[in-house]
Structures are given as C-alpha cells and as structure tokens.
T-cell receptor, first 113, second 118 residues
Framework: GQQLNQSPQSMFIQEGEDVSMNCTSS?????WLWYKQDPGEGPVLLIA?????ELTSNGRLTAQFGITRKDSFLNISASIPSDVGIYFC?????????????FGTGTRLQVTL | DSGVTQTPKHLITATGQRVTLRCSPR?????VYWYQQSLDQGLQFLIQ???????AKGNILERFSAQQFPDLHSELNLSSLELGDSALYFC?????????????????FGEGSRLTVL
C-alpha cells in the first residue's frame, strides 16, 4: 500500500543537539501530521499542518507543510532524553465522507547523554 | 491515556486459527480506524468505520474483516492466521469522519493488541 518516505530511518544524537527529519510523497495531501510513538504505546499527535507553506511550532518542535503539498519537515531543538521514540509523519486525504490517513515509515530517535 | 481501549493487549495463537480484537473508541467519537504495525514497520491502514458504516478501506486482506456496532465499539476479525500476521494492531478514533472544514485528522490511538502467531 501507499506509504510516505520518511528519512532518516534512525538517528543517534547527543542530548542538546537539534534534530531534523522529513517526509516525502508522490501524492498531494490536504493535511500533514506528525506523531510520536513511545515504546509500548500508541502514537500521539505532536503537530498538525493544514496549509501549504504553513510553519507551526509546539514547544521545541517545529514542523512545516511543504509548498508542493508533497512533503513535510519536523525539527526538534535541544533534544532531551524523553524525545526518544519513533516519529511518524502522516498525510491526510479527504474524499467525500472518507478521511484516509497514510503514515510514513517512521524515524527512530535515540538520545544519548 | 488516550481514552481508546483495546483488548486483548497480548494474544498468542497458532496458524490457521481465528481471533477477534476489540476496540472501544473515545466517548463521543464516531470514527474508528484499524492499523497494522509489523516489526520495524510503519503503520498500515486497514479500514475505517464511521457511525457503523465502512468509510475507507486500505490494504486489508480478505481473511480479515471488521465491523462497528451500534454502541460504536469495533471488532477486527482475523481468520486463517499466518505467521506473517504477527503484528501490533492499533485502533484509533476521531470525532469527525466527514470531510468538514476543520477536520484536523487527529486520531487518538489505543495501546494496541500484540498478536503473535506461532
């Protein structure tokens, strides 16, 4: 099935470093979302983007909706140990009364002290 | 706590068997989604229900079926299980299943049901 290409697949960084990850697709999406999954838990929404070019922040997190509507970026500044987890991008397409959310392959983030 | 409840949390069964996974959405949410997450894989969309009706279908195998009941809880039935069906199955709910302005697309996920097929 369709999946978004997310990179990098994994990252090992030191506490305090900034992190950048991105998501690309061959399809256009109406909405881009970023989720985080902690071990043993379901994904939790971090940021939602609704317009092409939109830049939105949530604390140390900043995400952008690409101009082409085919990509999105997530940045985490000054990483801390609790940032560890898997980050998923998701693109939403609304057609009629159906709303389909397609997830990226995930970026696994490890933070070392 | 997302408010979405999934049972069972863990399930071990044999090939060829049939299992049923259950999901109770957040109070008031009309839409239920099912996703499959295999080891080191992303989330694969299986199916969406809105107020009892099927709304969208992803890569759901013919051996799998789902339904949403009048009380809005949903069940995912997996039959003739194969080794490759071993995965985490997530249920998610949202308040809006319609293409309305302001539909955030925000899904609230349960903690998942881990299925192991031996």
């Amino acid at each position: 099935g369709q999946q978004l290409n997310q990179s990098p697949q994994s990252m090992f960084i030191q506490e305090g470093e900034d992190v950048s990850m991105n998501c690309t697709s061959s399809s256009i999406f109406n909405t881009w979302l970023w989720y985080k999954q902690d071990p043993g838990e379901g994904p939790v929404l971090l940021i939602a983007l609704y317009k092409a070019g939109e830049l939105t922040s949530n604390g140390r997190l900043t995400a952008q909706f690409g101009i082409t509507r085919k990509d999105s970026f997530l940045n985490i500044s000054a990483s801390i140990p609790s940032d560890v987890g898997i980050y998923f991008c998701a693109g939403q397409v609304r057609t009629g009364t159906a709303s389909k959310l397609t997830f990226g392959t995930g970026t696994r983030l490890q933070v070392t002290l | 706590d997302s408010g979405v409840t999934q049972t069972p949390k863990h399930l071990i069964t044999a090939t060829g068997q049939r299992v049923t996974l259950r999901c109770s959405p957040r109070s008031g949410d009309l839409s239920v989604y099912w996703y499959q997450q295999s080891l080191d894989q992303g989330l694969q969309f299986l199916i969406q229900y809105y107020n009892g009706e099927e709304r969208a279908k992803g890569n759901i195998l013919e051996r799998f079926s789902a339904q949403q009941f009048p009380d809005l809880h949903s069940e995912l039935n997996l039959s003739s299980l194969e080794l490759g069906d071993s995965a985490l199955y997530f249920c998610a709910s949202s308040s809006r299943g319609l293409a309305l302005l302001g539909n955030t697309g925000e899904l609230f996920f349960g903690e998942g049901s881990r299925l192991t097929v031996l």
